[in-house]
């Protein structure tokens, strides 16, 4: 088994702020993908990467940048928080169909 | 394009009746759905994924069966518990030919005593 971890757990950040979350997986899966999970409208994909140094836009992407620099880790930067905003963030791999998550970053931005 | 729909964003039952969680896709491709679960303040895990036409899938004694005549897979269970309380996600994969996911909008399901 292996398993996904998501820093940091909880974040704050302030209107305006650059902030970066980080994702590592263990699994030695090739493909690793950033979501945006907001209340109601499930889960909407901002990157995704199928190898290292590897990047693709979601549909979500603007206001977003993600890097891949090793095959297990994943980051993805806010490039500059919105008000109000609040969303957890949800970090995923997969080597095939099934995809595997791991448990999350909410961010609240005051 | 891809698309999923949930219709329903909060169900609430009873210990022990049947449940059906409905689940219907539009896509050029072939289909291949996904039902996903999330317990509270727990990441997503797959909970079963779709078969050849017609023909159900099972786990954890959940069914789905893909219907492509009505582009529907529905997830069904005859007697729900309380730990089945969850966000239950319906997924596509898209058409684009790589492993991304198209989710629904995600239905509540809360279990009752």
Redesign the interface.
Same mark, same amino acid.
């Given at each position: 088994g292996g398993i996904?971890t998501q820093t940091p757990k909880f974040l704050i950040g302030q209107e305006g702020q650059k902030l970066t979350l980080k994702c590592q997986q263990n699994f030695n899966h090739d493909?690793m993908y950033w979501?945006r999970q907001d209340s109601?409208? /499930? %889960?909407?994909?901002i990157y995704?990467s199928?190898t290292e140094n590897d990047l *693709?836009k /979601?549909d979500l992407s603007e206001g977003y940048d993600a890097s891949r620099e090793k095959k297990s880790s994943f980051s993805l930067t806010v490039t500059s928080a919105q008000k109000n905003e609040m969303a957890v963030f %949800?970090c995923a791999s997969?080597m +095939? @169909? @099934? *995809?595997?998550?791991?448990? +999350?970053t909410r961010l609240t931005v005051l | 394009g891809d698309s999923v729909t949930q219709t329903e964003g909060l169900v609430t039952l009873t210990k022990g009746l049947p449940v059906m969680l409905n689940c219907t896709y539009q896509t050029t491709y072939s289909p291949f759905l996904f039902w996903y679960v999330q317990h509270l303040n727990e990441a997503p895990k797959l909970l079963l994924k779709s078969s050849t036409d017609n023909k159900r899938t099972e786990h954890q004694g959940f069914y789905a069966t893909l219907h492509k005549s009505s582009s529907s897979f529905h997830l069904q269970k005859s007697s729900v518990q309380l730990s089945d309380s969850a966000l239950y996600f319906c997924a596509l994969r898209s058409s684009s030919g790589s492993w991304q996911l198209i989710f629904g909008s995600g239905t509540q399901l809360t279990v009752m005593p």
């Open positions: 996904i493909t979501y109601g409208k /499930g %889960l909407r994909l995704y199928i *693709q /979601g %949800l997969s +095939g @169909e @099934e *995809q595997y998550f791991g448990p +999350g | -």
